[in-house]
């Protein structure tokens, strides 16, 4: 199944990155913008390009939640990074508002609060937020402020890494 987003958002070209996903009306803070669906893949799937390049994410190691590459394309796969995001996870599928989003205003999350421990963005952020770390990777749940600003807001995945490297 296809992800579920919020018929207040629209897909738009993006200064950030190519299209985004945009407000079409108010958001307020805690509303749910989407829901992620899809198909599990494995590792090994993944490895061999099973599932559409931008549309998978880690829920357990070696499973992730994506969609096929001969399917359609999921508006998951258009939400831009920033540093300073107005959308987070609240679990391993639905992300909601961060803060109150404007009509016009381009939704976009932390891809460090989904990412497996091993991901480097292929690409310096530029995402213009005074806290940009440019550099953003799938460890970046073990810088301390980026901890203390998201609080649980990180998906089950990633807080059982961070939860792991404490034991450690």
Request: contains cysteine; negative net charge; hydrophobic residues 35%.
């Amino acid at each position: 199944e296809i992800s579920w987003i919020d018929p207040r958002i629209e897909c738009r070209p993006s200064l950030i990155h190519g299209r985004g996903l945009f407000a079409t009306a108010p958001i307020a803070v805690g509303d749910v913008v989407t829901i992620w669906g899809g198909v599990l893949f494995t590792s090994e799937q993944i490895a061999n390009f099973a599932a559409r390049m931008y549309s998978h994410a880690p829920v357990e190691d070696g499973l992730y939640l994506g969609t096929p590459v001969d399917g359609p394309e999921s508006p998951d796969e258009l939400i831009n990074h920033s540093c300073d995001p107005n959308v987070w996870p609240v679990d391993s599928i639905t992300f909601v508002a961060r803060r109150d989003v404007l009509p016009g205003e381009e939704l976009t999350v932390d891809y460090a609060t989904f990412s497996e421990p091993g991901w480097v963005a292929p690409w310096l952020c530029e995402c213009g937020a005074s806290l940009c770390r440019r550099a953003i990777t799938g460890r970046d749940y073990r810088l301390h402020d980026l901890r203390e600003r998201y609080g649980a807001h990180w998906t089950p995945y990633v807080r059982r890494h961070f939860e792991s490297d404490k034991r450690n």
